[in-house]
């Protein structure tokens, strides 16, 4: 489970205080994916990246009693001077596992070729989203965080293998999606929530969640 106890997050601006959570309890339990719901500029990845251990909270406690991924989208792992194949081999050993696997899938699934044994850092945009998406799969996390879904740069391809293998995790793991749409959440969430004024207020299903925040929004 993940769970958040009373944390508190916020940021200034320059000109006013910005509050993510204020004083936010909620849990995340294995087998129950999480949508949530914000608008733009109201602290998604902020939200995200402390339950993936990136950000601290200014208050409270955070506790990971399972294996949480890094976000989608998050390269801080990811050496640019590596290629992808010295990358996927370094972040397998940290998390030992087998290299020759790690390294297989991830040549494999994001299909970039040749670029594979080149420098992360001459990559597109794209490329780098492939690599890291297709790391991210590799590892097996119990619970799988994602900013505003996969990046529009990825092809459809990539979209429906990857999706094809992420949809077949989630039988096992649990996914938080954290979006401004909620279509993006709809095939991989039992549950929603609205960010809202550093609150999340959590319903049963997404429509009922969808119903506060279009009236908010």
Known sequence: MLEFINVSKSFWTGTQRKVILDRA?????????LGILAPNGTGKTTLINM???LEKPDEGE????????????????????LSANENARYIAQLYGLDEDYVSAFCRWLCGIEEYFDMPVGTYSSGMRARFNFSLM???????????????????????????????DRLKTATV????HQAKILEKFVQRAAVLRHGQLYHFDTLEEAKQLYDYAT
């Open 25 to 33: 309890s909620f849990s995340v339990p294995l087998g129950m994916s």
């Open 51 to 53: 339950m993936a251990g």
């Open 62 to 81: 955070i506790y990971r009693n399972c294996r949480v991924s890094f976000p989608l989208g998050f390269m801080g792992g990811v050496l640019p001077k």
């Open 137 to 167: 799969l590799a590892l097996e996390f119990d619970i799988y965080l994602i900013d505003e879904g996969m990046p529009a740069s990825v092809d459809a391809e990539f979209n429906r293998r990857a999706g094809s293998i992420l949809a």
């Open 176 to 179: 938080v999606i954290v979006s």
